[in-house]
């Protein structure tokens, strides 16, 4: 068997214009974070890693580190699905609302007394000052 046959080659280019590069050179060299081992098994181990996370359905598994990339899709998910929520939730509110005024119920929810307040005897005016939507509602009642 030729060399050639056992081993295959391929170029490592670092741009020194460019700081990732150089910060990843820099620990590339470092022998301290290899851990003695060679180059090409650190490249070996990198390159196993990525296309590991790439075959385990985007990286989804345990403690497999997470890209951008895969946040932002996440994160707009998780935003669709409020946006879901909250259409459910009006929805809901206008349909109780709706059906409510069909009713002849008030759709407002009136503020609960607070100790100490009197409450209001059999002839004593409710007082709806702190309320104006309240007297377009009656006025609107009053009309039909």
């Known amino acids: 068997m030729a060399s050639?046959?056992?081993f295959r080659g391929f170029l490592l280019r670092f741009?020194?214009?460019?700081?990732?590069h150089v910060r990843m050179l820099e620990k590339f060299e470092d022998k301290r974070?290899?851990?003695g081992k060679a180059k090409t098994q650190i490249i070996m181990d990198a390159l196993e890693m990525y296309y590991h996370?790439?075959?385990?359905?985007?990286?989804?598994?345990?403690?497999?580190a997470v890209t951008v990339r895969e946040m932002e899709e996440r994160m707009e998910q998780r935003l669709v699905q409020f946006r879901q929520e909250?259409?459910?939730?009006?929805a809901q509110y206008f349909f109780r609302m709706?059906?409510?005024?069909m009713a002849g119920q008030p759709a407002a929810?009136?503020?609960?007394?607070?100790?100490?307040?009197e409450e209001p005897g059999e002839?004593?005016?409710?007082d709806i000052s702190g309320m104006p939507d309240i007297m377009d509602k009656i006025m609107d009642w009053s009309e039909n």
Do not use: C, H, W, Y
């Not at 709706?98 to 005024?101: A, H, K, P, S, T």
């Open 109 to 117: 929810v009136f503020p609960t007394r607070k100790a100490g307040q």
């Open 33 to 35: 974070l290899n851990g």
């Open 123 to 126: 002839n004593a005016a409710a």
């Open 86 to 90: 909250i259409r459910e939730d009006m």
């Open 98 to 101: 709706f059906v409510g005024n």
């Open 53 to 64: 996370a790439l075959e385990s359905d985007s990286g989804r598994g345990g403690d497999e």
């Open 15 to 20: 741009s020194m214009k460019k700081d990732q």
């Open 4 to 6: 050639g046959d056992l």
